[in-house]
Protein backbone atom coordinates (compact mmCIF):
# COMPACT_ATOMS: atom_id res chain seq x y z
CA UNK A 1 0.00 0.00 0.00
CA UNK A 2 1.59 3.81 -1.42
CA UNK A 3 1.07 5.69 1.53
CA UNK A 4 1.28 9.71 0.99
CA UNK A 5 1.52 12.44 3.53
CA UNK A 6 -0.13 15.25 2.70
CA UNK A 7 -0.23 19.45 3.69
CA UNK A 8 3.32 19.52 4.93
CA UNK A 9 4.48 22.92 6.04
CA UNK A 10 7.78 22.46 7.91
CA UNK A 11 10.66 19.98 8.41
CA UNK A 12 10.37 18.19 11.42
CA UNK A 13 6.74 16.30 10.22
CA UNK A 14 8.01 15.86 6.52
CA UNK A 15 10.99 13.97 7.57
CA UNK A 16 8.73 12.04 10.54
CA UNK A 17 6.55 10.85 8.03
CA UNK A 18 9.01 9.83 6.05
CA UNK A 19 10.62 8.13 9.20
CA UNK A 20 7.58 6.36 9.96
CA UNK A 21 7.57 4.49 6.59
CA UNK A 22 5.69 7.07 4.25
CA UNK A 23 5.80 6.69 0.29
CA UNK A 24 5.38 10.48 0.01
CA UNK A 25 5.04 13.43 1.61
CA UNK A 26 2.73 16.14 -0.39
CA UNK A 27 2.78 20.04 -0.03
CA UNK A 28 0.24 22.11 -0.70
CA UNK A 29 0.61 25.37 -3.16
CA UNK A 30 -2.83 26.02 -3.72
CA UNK A 31 -4.89 28.30 -1.45
CA UNK A 32 -5.39 26.27 1.67
CA UNK A 33 -4.69 26.95 5.51
CA UNK A 34 -2.00 24.80 4.77
CA UNK A 35 -0.67 26.78 1.93
CA UNK A 36 3.24 26.43 1.18
CA UNK A 37 5.57 28.90 -0.59
CA UNK A 38 8.68 27.49 -3.13
CA UNK A 39 10.96 29.43 -0.78
CA UNK A 40 9.35 27.19 2.19
CA UNK A 41 10.00 23.53 0.44
CA UNK A 42 13.07 24.14 -1.37
CA UNK A 43 14.50 24.05 2.30
CA UNK A 44 12.46 21.09 3.36
CA UNK A 45 13.37 18.79 0.07
CA UNK A 46 17.04 18.50 0.44
CA UNK A 47 17.05 17.18 3.60
CA UNK A 48 14.17 14.35 2.81
CA UNK A 49 15.86 10.58 1.48
CA UNK A 50 15.50 9.94 -1.62
CA UNK A 51 13.50 7.46 -1.67
CA UNK A 52 10.45 9.33 -0.54
CA UNK A 53 8.22 10.93 -3.33
CA UNK A 54 8.22 14.94 -2.93
CA UNK A 55 4.57 15.61 -4.50
CA UNK A 56 3.28 19.62 -4.95
CA UNK A 57 -0.65 19.79 -4.93
CA UNK A 58 -1.76 22.54 -7.25
CA UNK A 59 -5.32 24.06 -8.76
CA UNK A 60 -5.36 27.11 -11.12
CA UNK A 61 -1.64 27.57 -10.97
CA UNK A 62 -0.31 28.12 -14.40
CA UNK A 63 1.42 25.10 -16.37
CA UNK A 64 5.03 27.09 -17.12
CA UNK A 65 4.40 27.84 -13.34
CA UNK A 66 3.80 24.26 -12.18
CA UNK A 67 7.22 23.57 -14.09
CA UNK A 68 8.99 26.29 -12.65
CA UNK A 69 8.12 25.39 -8.85
CA UNK A 70 8.82 21.11 -9.66
CA UNK A 71 12.56 22.73 -10.22
CA UNK A 72 13.39 25.28 -7.81
CA UNK A 73 11.42 23.09 -4.79
CA UNK A 74 13.05 19.80 -5.95
CA UNK A 75 9.72 17.70 -6.65
CA UNK A 76 9.16 14.43 -8.22
CA UNK A 77 5.14 14.27 -8.61
CA UNK A 78 2.31 16.78 -9.14
CA UNK A 79 -0.69 17.06 -8.00
CA UNK A 80 -3.50 18.62 -10.19
CA UNK A 81 -7.39 19.18 -9.33
CA UNK A 82 -9.63 20.87 -11.42
CA UNK A 83 -9.57 19.95 -15.55
CA UNK A 84 -7.89 22.84 -16.97
CA UNK A 85 -4.74 21.23 -17.16
CA UNK A 86 -4.93 19.47 -20.81
CA UNK A 87 -4.09 16.20 -22.27
CA UNK A 88 -0.53 17.40 -24.09
CA UNK A 89 0.10 19.40 -21.26
CA UNK A 90 0.15 16.43 -18.62
CA UNK A 91 2.30 14.30 -20.95
CA UNK A 92 4.66 16.66 -21.28
CA UNK A 93 4.68 17.06 -17.67
CA UNK A 94 5.40 13.78 -17.14
CA UNK A 95 8.29 12.99 -19.60
CA UNK A 96 10.66 16.20 -20.41
CA UNK A 97 13.75 15.58 -22.18
CA UNK A 98 16.92 15.65 -20.24
CA UNK A 99 15.04 15.91 -16.96
CA UNK A 100 13.76 13.74 -14.18
CA UNK A 101 10.58 12.00 -14.92
CA UNK A 102 7.47 14.07 -12.79
CA UNK A 103 4.97 11.96 -11.57
CA UNK A 104 1.46 13.25 -12.28
CA UNK A 105 -1.39 12.57 -10.32
CA UNK A 106 -4.97 13.71 -11.27
CA UNK A 107 -7.92 14.49 -8.82
CA UNK A 108 -11.58 13.79 -9.36
CA UNK A 109 -13.60 15.05 -6.38
CA UNK A 110 -16.89 13.27 -4.96
CA UNK A 111 -19.37 15.20 -3.03
CA UNK A 112 -20.00 14.48 0.12
CA UNK A 113 -23.72 13.72 1.22
CA UNK A 114 -24.39 14.87 -2.88
CA UNK A 115 -27.58 14.19 -4.86
CA UNK A 116 -27.99 11.86 -7.84
CA UNK A 117 -26.12 14.32 -10.35
CA UNK A 118 -23.22 15.13 -8.58
CA UNK A 119 -22.85 11.34 -8.43
CA UNK A 120 -23.37 11.23 -12.18
CA UNK A 121 -20.60 14.14 -12.52
CA UNK A 122 -18.30 12.30 -10.42
CA UNK A 123 -18.50 9.47 -12.16
CA UNK A 124 -18.44 10.72 -15.25
CA UNK A 125 -15.25 13.19 -14.67
CA UNK A 126 -13.44 9.25 -13.07
CA UNK A 127 -14.37 7.91 -16.70
CA UNK A 128 -13.11 10.77 -18.61
CA UNK A 129 -9.24 10.72 -16.94
CA UNK A 130 -9.11 7.80 -16.79
CA UNK A 131 -9.63 7.44 -20.77
CA UNK A 132 -8.22 10.45 -21.66
CA UNK A 133 -4.69 10.71 -19.89
CA UNK A 134 -1.85 8.00 -19.53
CA UNK A 135 -2.43 4.67 -18.24
CA UNK A 136 0.29 5.62 -15.61
CA UNK A 137 -1.05 8.47 -14.88
CA UNK A 138 -2.06 8.37 -11.27
CA UNK A 139 -5.71 8.80 -9.89
CA UNK A 140 -6.84 10.65 -6.46
CA UNK A 141 -10.15 10.31 -5.24
CA UNK A 142 -10.89 13.37 -2.78
CA UNK A 143 -14.23 14.63 -0.90
CA UNK A 144 -15.39 17.92 -1.56
CA UNK A 145 -17.63 19.72 0.50
CA UNK A 146 -19.28 23.24 -1.09
CA UNK A 147 -16.17 24.91 -2.66
CA UNK A 148 -13.46 22.74 -0.52
CA UNK A 149 -11.47 20.81 -2.38
CA UNK A 150 -9.49 18.70 -0.25
CA UNK A 151 -8.49 18.61 3.38
CA UNK A 152 -11.79 18.38 4.38
CA UNK A 153 -11.57 15.65 6.92
CA UNK A 154 -15.18 14.24 5.92
CA UNK A 155 -15.31 11.10 3.88
CA UNK A 156 -17.23 10.46 0.71
CA UNK A 157 -19.08 7.34 -0.40
CA UNK A 158 -16.85 4.55 -0.84
CA UNK A 159 -19.15 1.98 -2.28
CA UNK A 160 -20.47 4.64 -4.92
CA UNK A 161 -16.95 5.17 -5.91
CA UNK A 162 -15.99 1.51 -5.87
CA UNK A 163 -18.83 0.69 -8.18
CA UNK A 164 -17.98 3.64 -10.99
CA UNK A 165 -14.02 1.82 -11.02
CA UNK A 166 -14.97 -2.35 -11.13
CA UNK A 167 -17.32 -0.97 -13.91
CA UNK A 168 -14.58 0.26 -16.35
CA UNK A 169 -11.42 -1.83 -16.96
CA UNK A 170 -9.28 1.48 -18.25
CA UNK A 171 -10.12 2.74 -15.14
CA UNK A 172 -8.89 -0.08 -13.38
CA UNK A 173 -5.40 -0.36 -15.23
CA UNK A 174 -4.68 2.75 -13.42
CA UNK A 175 -3.34 3.27 -9.72
CA UNK A 176 -6.17 4.58 -7.79
CA UNK A 177 -5.21 6.46 -4.67
CA UNK A 178 -8.08 7.43 -2.12
CA UNK A 179 -8.25 10.57 -0.10
CA UNK A 180 -10.53 12.50 1.63
CA UNK A 181 -11.82 11.86 5.50
CA UNK A 182 -9.01 9.21 6.03
CA UNK A 183 -7.81 8.74 9.34
CA UNK A 184 -6.59 6.46 12.03
CA UNK A 185 -9.54 5.42 12.75
CA UNK A 186 -10.93 4.35 9.80
CA UNK A 187 -8.51 3.65 6.73
CA UNK A 188 -8.28 0.09 6.87
CA UNK A 189 -12.20 0.00 6.43
CA UNK A 190 -11.73 2.08 3.29
CA UNK A 191 -9.09 0.31 2.04
CA UNK A 192 -11.22 -3.06 2.46
CA UNK A 193 -14.18 -0.98 0.86
CA UNK A 194 -12.29 0.56 -2.34
CA UNK A 195 -9.07 -1.92 -2.21
CA UNK A 196 -6.98 1.47 -3.94
CA UNK A 197 -3.53 1.18 -4.94
CA UNK A 198 -2.14 4.17 -2.05
CA UNK A 199 -4.18 6.40 0.18
CA UNK A 200 -3.41 10.19 1.18
CA UNK A 201 -4.05 11.78 4.43
CA UNK A 202 -3.78 15.60 5.84
CA UNK A 203 -5.79 16.59 8.53
CA UNK A 204 -6.57 13.17 9.38
CA UNK A 205 -3.39 13.03 11.56
CA UNK A 206 -3.39 16.32 12.28
CA UNK A 207 -3.01 18.40 15.56
CA UNK A 208 -3.85 21.58 14.43
CA UNK A 209 -3.95 23.00 10.19
CA UNK A 210 -0.94 22.55 9.25
CA UNK A 211 1.24 20.39 12.30
CA UNK A 212 1.18 16.74 12.20
CA UNK A 213 0.33 14.86 15.66
CA UNK A 214 3.02 11.98 16.01
CA UNK A 215 0.92 9.60 17.46
CA UNK A 216 -1.82 9.91 15.12
CA UNK A 217 0.38 9.34 12.12
CA UNK A 218 2.32 6.49 13.32
CA UNK A 219 -1.02 4.72 13.78
CA UNK A 220 -2.17 5.70 10.33
CA UNK A 221 0.79 4.26 8.74
CA UNK A 222 0.57 0.98 10.62
CA UNK A 223 -3.40 0.21 10.26
CA UNK A 224 -2.73 1.40 6.58
CA UNK A 225 0.01 -1.13 6.01
CA UNK A 226 -1.54 -4.28 7.86
CA UNK A 227 -4.51 -4.48 5.50
CA UNK A 228 -4.53 -7.86 3.46
CA UNK A 229 -6.84 -8.13 0.41
Not at 28 to 47: D, G, L
Not at 78 to 103: C, F, K, M, W
Not at 120 to 140: F, G, M, N, P, S
Amino acid sequence: MWIKICANTNLDDALMAAELGADAVGFVFAPSKRQVTVEQVAAITPHLPRNVERIGVFTTTSDDEIIQIVGKADLTGVQLHGGHHDAEYISRLGARPGENYVEVIRTASWVVNGDEESDRQAAELLLQLAHHTRVDTRILLDSKVKDELGGTGIAFNWAKARAVIDSDSRLKAHDIILAGGLNPENVADAIRALHPWGVDVASGVEEVPGRKAPERLKRFIEAARAVRL
